[in-house]
């Protein structure tokens, strides 16, 4: 699903924030991404997201060779992917409802079908009864739960977090996690950048840590 041979990715500044990076994740598995910060867990996401492109080396998603993909298709692979956040992205001038639907606008789905999959989302984190509230009357976790909905609403194969309990406290941050799980349950391929070694010490999935743009000592790479 997700494979790195031997990537690099350099900045124009010439910092090298991932180099040789190897790894392999499989289709419908969940795994954490841990590191320092500055480690460049973000970086991987993007690269993963085609945020950024790499320097060096392959990268294959779902069989497609991210360095072959032209500019022009980046939008149509990019709805194969959830991207969550720490910060939530959410636009607060728009109802809980307004954002979820945006991915669905974006890609023309006709009113109905968006009313119907937005619901649907807002109901598995637990938010139908917020839909037309506007994101700061939530609190934090309830907005990082709409960042969820939003990212799950097309429905895509591969779910992104970059550190999505950043901000939360421990129980909140184990209830975002249930949802990931929940998520990864019904087959999502689910990759989360964390810094809280001892939220995925408590969880039953492999993580691949980076320490200076490499994987750490001792990781094994598939």
Same mark, same amino acid.
């Given at each position: 699903?997700?494979?790195?041979?031997?990537?690099?990715?350099?900045?124009?500044?010439?910092?090298?924030?991932?180099?040789?990076?190897?790894?392999?994740?499989?289709?419908?598995?969940?795994?954490?991404?841990?590191?320092?910060?500055?480690?460049?867990?973000?970086?991987?996401?993007?690269?993963?997201?085609?945020?950024?492109?790499?320097?060096?080396?392959?990268?294959?998603?779902?069989?497609?060779?991210?360095?072959?993909?032209?500019?022009?298709?980046?939008?149509?692979?990019?709805?194969?992917?959830?991207?969550?956040?720490?910060?939530?992205?959410?636009?607060?001038?728009?109802?809980?409802?307004?954002?979820?639907?945006?991915?669905?606008?974006?890609?023309?789905?006709?009113?109905?079908?968006?009313?119907?999959? *937005?619901?649907?989302?807002?109901?598995?984190?637990? #938010?139908?009864?917020?839909?037309?509230?506007?994101? $700061? %009357? !939530?609190? @934090? =976790?309830?907005?990082?739960?709409?960042?969820?909905?939003?990212?799950?609403?097309?429905?895509?194969?591969?779910?992104?977090?970059?550190?999505?309990?950043?901000?939360?406290?421990?129980?909140?941050?184990?209830?975002?996690?249930?949802?990931?799980?929940?998520?990864?349950?019904?087959?999502?391929? *689910?990759?989360?950048?964390?810094?809280?070694?001892? #939220?995925?010490?408590?969880?039953?999935?492999?993580? $691949? %840590? !980076?320490? @200076? =743009?490499?994987?750490?000592?001792?990781?094994?790479?598939?």
């Amino acid at each position: 699903m997700i494979q790195f041979t031997d990537v690099y990715k350099r900045y124009a500044n010439r910092h090298e924030a991932l180099s040789g990076l190897s790894f392999e994740l499989q289709q419908g598995e969940m795994a954490f991404l841990t590191g320092h910060s500055g480690a460049g867990k973000s970086t991987l996401l993007k690269l993963i997201a085609l945020i950024e492109r790499s320097t060096h080396g392959q990268i294959f998603v779902n069989g497609q060779n991210l360095s072959r993909l032209s500019k022009g298709k980046i939008p149509y692979y990019r709805r194969q992917i959830g991207l969550v956040f720490q910060d939530h992205n959410l636009l607060h001038d728009r109802t809980v409802f307004d954002n979820v639907a945006l991915p669905l606008v974006i890609e023309g789905e006709n009113h109905r079908e968006i009313g119907r999959r *937005v619901r649907a989302s807002l109901d598995k984190v637990g #938010l139908l009864n917020k839909e037309r509230q506007l994101p $700061i %009357a !939530l609190s @934090g =976790g309830e907005q990082q739960r709409v960042g969820i909905a939003r990212a799950v609403v097309s429905r895509p194969p591969i779910l992104l977090a970059d550190e999505p309990t950043g901000n939360l406290d421990p129980d909140l941050s184990r209830d975002i996690m249930q949802l990931f799980e929940q998520f990864n349950q019904v087959g999502v391929t *689910v990759f989360i950048a964390t810094h809280d070694l001892e #939220l995925v010490k408590a969880m039953p999935y492999r993580h $691949i %840590a !980076l320490e @200076g =743009g490499r994987l750490a000592l001792g990781q094994v790479q598939p």
